[in-house]
């Protein structure tokens, strides 16, 4: 197996030992970090954003409720995570008119609401503060090395001294998200990575406005989609299709507004509420996965494995799951109590399951929102069938809420 090692003295520098080291401090790497720390097992996390950074960058919003469920499970579910906001309902919103979407009705499940940044302040102060987790933030150029032995090491740039140091461990936990080193590292290894680009672009956008309804709001219009998605009280996410590769700046706040006013129009509807624009920036919309997420020691989760368009908003679910399931993997592996290594030998194809299944429903949702607006009439027309059936065939309905919350029985 390749070493992603590009120094020539890294056995002459002295090295820390540890059981895992886990790279990237986000929803993925914080939950394996507390998994393990629960456990007993030896870890290091390290981060090259401060924590500062990683406490308040904002994403997701919405949290599936077997994700909920897990974190509980694992003692990581505080009461604010536990009763915060729970969606039951979604609306459609087209041809000038709403549609509700009851989907707790349909399935008994529903959704959380609670902002990513929030998710990851709980999980570093559980990891870091309460149980001593050791937290290494704003190291700089993060390397893996001899991937292909038992004791492979993960080197990195001292924050305070400028010097390279370096971890020995018997497995690495590549969970530094789409822009990190640890996919790279796996590729290197024969890794394949498959990726879909939709060939659309969305406008992100954080509103410091109150939601203008409290549930997630598509709209499918032929201008393009728009969505509206609640974060608190005080703060709302809007999207707007958009080209792809558009310029923000493109997007004035008056620009912004005429949007979403018109593409989230209805009869019926509270006007939105409008307000300073926090975030604005441009997600040309793509997946990817890689396959296997694992090679010799070194094995990914999260968005470092696996990247999917926030059309469904599935990405941090998917973190999640992956995270679950490699945590107790290395926990039983690591503590002996699963001495063969079953859990880990088990782990990428049990977390492919699930990823592919939200990927395919990402693109089948995809061509909801988008297809109306792509200057096609027959896909313009086959996306509106698509739409009607959800409010027409129950079944349709049925099959459409477990996908949306994840509640599939197996996968
Ligand atoms: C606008 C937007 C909205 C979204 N909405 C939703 C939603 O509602 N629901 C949902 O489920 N998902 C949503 N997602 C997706 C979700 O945010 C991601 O899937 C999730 O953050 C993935 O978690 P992760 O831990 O795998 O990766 P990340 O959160 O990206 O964490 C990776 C960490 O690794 C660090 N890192 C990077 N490189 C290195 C390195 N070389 N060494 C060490 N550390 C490194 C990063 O700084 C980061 O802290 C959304 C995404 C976006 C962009």
Known sequence: MTCVTGLQDLNSLPAEDTSVVVIGAGPAGLTVGNILRAAGVDCVVLEVESRAAIERRPRAGVI???????????GLATPALLT?????????????????????ELTGRHHYIY???????DL??????????????????????????????????????????????????????????????????GARTARHDYGIGWLALLAE????????LFGVHPDGFA?????SPEVTRFYLQCPPGDDPDAWSHERVWAALHRRLAASGAAALNEGRLLEKRVLDMHDYVVEPMAAGRLLLAGDAAHLVAPIAAKGMNLA????????????GRCTGADPKGTGLAGYASAALRRVWDYQEFSQWLSEVYHGVAGGDPFRAGTSAARLRRLFTSPRAAAAFAEQYLGTAERY
């Open 64 to 74: 599936e409720e077997w994700a909920v469920r897990g974190l509980d499970e694992r």
């Open 84 to 104: 915060t906001e729970r969606h039951t309902a979604c609306e459609f919103r087209f041809e000038g008119q709403r549609h509700l979407f009851p989907y707790q």
């Open 115 to 121: 902002p990513q940044p929030l998710l990851v302040t």
């Open 124 to 189: 570093v102060r559980s990891y870091a503060d309460l149980r001593g987790g050791d937290l290494r933030c704003e190291v700089g150029d993060v390397r893996l090395h001899d991937l292909g032995s038992d004791r492979p090491a993960v080197s990195y740039r001292c924050p305070d001294t400028g010097r390279r140091r370096v971890l020995r461990c018997a497995y690495v936990a590549g969970c530094d998200g789409a822009r990190g080193v640890s996919r790279a590292a796996l590729t290197a290894t």
């Open 209 to 216: 406005a109150p939601p203008s309804a409290d549930r997630v």
């Open 227 to 231: 969505g509206q998605m609640p974060r």
């Open 320 to 331: 999640l799951h992956d995270a679950f399931l490699l945590g107790d993997a290395l926990a």
